[in-house]
């Protein structure tokens, strides 16, 4: 099973959940918040008291004979926003489109913004729609031009708008100088709401955290109250902190109460309580949050906070897996290979969801199908799938799938030695401080193949994966050992006492020419139905990658 380590809840902002994902700037303009029209705000006030659909009716009814009898263009725009979320009527793009672009024809900004929008989303023409979103934006609307700005960050290569973060944040600035909170939001996100922000851009990242605070943007006031209840950026308030994240969940936010739930089970900033952290992730799942599912599953599963129960954690994986959560997919995927929940062992149905959950790009199921593939257990050998799935886990920086592309390529199992890119890739795990990487790079070096090195290097690699337990590394050593003379030995022995804390200090400088990542993925065809991959073994490399098993270990527990 893959390692818990990486997943686990720990007392870490990014277990808490402090890098939360950006909301969707490219966002449709809500006329309930910019209505000044009298007519419009008693019909909100009214919609805002309605119960169901049919408690809506009334008013969309009374809005559309306003706008039959020569509606203003602000009133129009309210009958589209009304048409395209079927408030008081049925869902409908095309009347939606119809009264957004009468509306924007009469030069109403929110609804130019919002069928640039309807027109990207429902496929009418994105380009037209594109374009639209561009001129409202350079007329100074800030709605548009926070919309524009997440069109950049995010890209649409179908219409040539490539992702540039320069003219995302130029955008953002523009809307955030306009007072919009989500621009601000934004600015601060793309700065310092990711796992490898740098310190200062995290302090880049406050003041415009600080101005959409003020503004109330909910997933600005989640990250804030996080960073001062963990200390993240930020002098640390616990205190403070989870009031501004119990506010955030008053106002309804899911982040939030995912957030609290988050510090309830790891004991940041408030005292660790699984039972608590369990009802608030229940809340979470109960207002729609598939995410959650997976922590229910893992609590239940581990009798944290509610009693043990692996029916229960089989069930809330499944609902998970049921809304594509990865981490789901994958444990429900193992539930199911080891008959476990109540489940009988369907390999079968394992495959599927490791399937699935790499489909939508979550590593740790590309990397059991990888080892499926490169093993051949229950689906016939096949080298160059496993070598796709590895290298679409590599391109996302996953340092298993780098090593194991490296092996393969190494040796030639997929029908094509390339020692030059598989060096490359060693290479550069190795100045990560990769101990496996460093321990194949000694035997790359040692045979003369796609690298140099000298061998006090050879022999610091070689001690380094030793010491890290790496399969091989120790023998290797061993031999390497023998065939060194005494003054050799001497060099080499002082010259790892003098590095062993730093190796990958001394790592060669990469090759300009050589190739740091593997050459571009080869389709991988999974077809359903194959069991799922064996546990953990030794992988062909010399002195081997510790490629990831489905057996041993732990599994993912969050995300």
């Given amino acids: 099973m893959f390692p818990r380590t990486a997943f686990a809840p720990l007392l870490t902002v990014l277990a808490l959940g402090l890098w939360l994902p950006a909301p969707a700037s490219a966002k449709f303009v809500s006329p309930m918040d910019v209505a000044k029209d009298p007519a419009l705000v008693n019909i909100f006030s009214k919609l805002k008291k309605a119960g169901s659909p049919a408690d809506s009716k009334p008013q969309f009814e009374a809005l559309l004979k306003i706008v039959a009898e020569g509606g203003t263009p602000e009133q129009i725009f309210t009958l589209g926003y009304l048409h395209q979320y079927g408030i008081g009527t049925p869902v409908s793009t095309e009347k939606a489109l119809a009264a957004y672009q009468k509306a924007a024809d009469a030069g109403n900004m929110g609804a130019k913004n919002n069928l640039g929008l309807l027109m990207i989303a429902s496929g009418t023409d994105a380009a037209k729609g594109v374009a639209m979103v561009e001129t409202a934006a350079n007329a100074g609307d800030s709605a548009s031009q926070c919309t524009l700005g997440q069109l950049y960050l995010d890209g649409l290569p179908a219409l040539g708008l490539t992702k540039d973060q320069a003219k995302a944040r130029a955008w953002f600035e523009k809307s955030a100088a306009k007072g919009d909170a989500d621009a601000a939001w934004s600015i601060a996100a793309m700065l310092a709401n990711k796992p490898q922000a740098t310190a200062a851009e995290v302090q880049e990242a406050i003041p415009w955290l600080e101005k959409a605070v003020k503004a109330e943007n909910l997933p600005a006031l989640v990250n804030y109250g996080l960073r001062l209840a963990t200390g993240a950026g930020l002098d640390a308030d616990p205190t403070r902190g989870i009031s501004m994240l119990q506010t955030a969940v008053a106002k309804g936010s899911p982040q939030a109460v995912m957030a609290m739930a ?68 994958y444990n429900y995927a193992v539930f199911n290979d080891d008959g476990r929940g109540g489940l009988k062992k369907d390999p079968a149905e394992a495959f599927r969801l490791h399937y699935k959950g790499a489909m939508t790009g979550f590593t740790p199921c590309q990397l059991a199908l990888a080892t499926r593939y490169r093993e051949g257990v229950g689906v016939s050998a096949d080298p160059q799938a496993a070598l796709a799935w590895y290298q679409r886990a590599m391109q996302k920086g996953d340092l298993r799938g780098a090593l194991n592309v490296a092996a393969i390529l190494e040796n030639g199992t997929s029908g094509i030695v390339d020692n030059k890119t598989a060096a490359g890739i060693y290479l550069k795990a190795a100045a990560g401080g990769s101990a496996q990487a460093m321990a194949s790079l000694a035997a790359m070096m040692e045979d003369g193949r796609g690298v140099q090195g000298d061998f006090k290097q050879i022999y610091l690699f070689y001690t380094v994966g030793t010491t890290a337990a790496v399969k091989g590394a120790g023998e290797r050593l061993k031999q390497f050992k023998s065939r060194l003379s005494a003054a050799q030995l001497k060099e080499a022995e002082e010259f790892t006492a003098q590095h062993q804390s730093n190796p990958k200090a001394v790592v060669p400088v990469l090759d300009k020419t050589a190739a740091a990542t593997a050459p571009a993925p080869a389709p991988a065809v999974a077809a359903p139905g194959a069991p799922p991959p064996a546990p953990a073994a030794s992988p062909p490399a010399k002195p081997g990658t510790g490629k990831p098993g489905t057996k041993t270990g732990s599994r993912p527990s969050s995300r």
């Fill in 262 to 329: 988050g510090l309830y089970e790891t004991g940041g900033g408030v005292k660790k309580d699984f039972k608590k952290a369990f009802e608030m992730y229940e809340k979470a799942a109960n207002a729609g949050d598939s995410t959650a599912y997976n922590k229910l599953g893992y609590l239940s599963e581990n009798g944290m906070g509610v009693e043990k129960d692996e029916v229960k954690a089989a069930g809330y994986y499944k609902k998970g897996a049921e809304a594509d959560i990865g981490a789901c997919l």
